[in-house]
Nanobody, 121 residues
Framework: QVQLVESGGGLVQPGGSLRLSCAASGTIFSISAMRWYRQAPGKQRELVATITSDGGTNYADFVKGRFTISRDNAKNTVYLQINSLKPEDTAVYYC???????????????WGQGTQVTVSS
């Protein structure tokens, strides 16, 4: 059984910052890519950022230098630092990971339950 649990969301004023965390637990042999997605009300879920197992990163164009994804492989945890928050960043933020539960098993994708980020004055 594998679980991804996000934390760190909340209500923040425009211009503020948040650090989201997502910890993977359970039967895990290895984790490949980890990602953050977000879904705003009435909109499709969109990819925010990706980080590979060796630390390579990629960001959506709308991030524009405000978001930083990082990971701690020893803790099976991925982070998303969000600065200069805007009202349009309001969304549920989900983490996602490609992982193997055993050696030689196929990579499978797992999702967290999401954490709400609300940007409002």
């Amino acid at each position: 059984q594998v679980q991804l649990v996000e934390s760190g969301g909340g209500l923040v004023q425009p211009g503020g910052s948040l650090r989201l965390s997502c910890a993977a637990s359970g039967t895990i042999f290895s984790i490949s890519a980890m990602r953050w997605y977000r879904q705003a009300p009435g909109k499709q879920r969109e990819l925010v950022a990706t980080i590979t197992s060796d630390g390579g990163t990629n960001y959506a164009d709308f991030v524009k230098g405000r978001f930083t994804i990082s990971r701690d492989n020893a803790k099976n945890t991925v982070y998303l630092q969000i600065n200069s928050l805007k009202p349009e960043d309001t969304a549920v933020y989900y983490c996602n990971a490609d992982l193997r539960i055993r050696m030689n098993y196929m990579l499978q994708q797992y999702w967290g339950q999401g954490t709400q980020v609300t940007v409002s004055s």
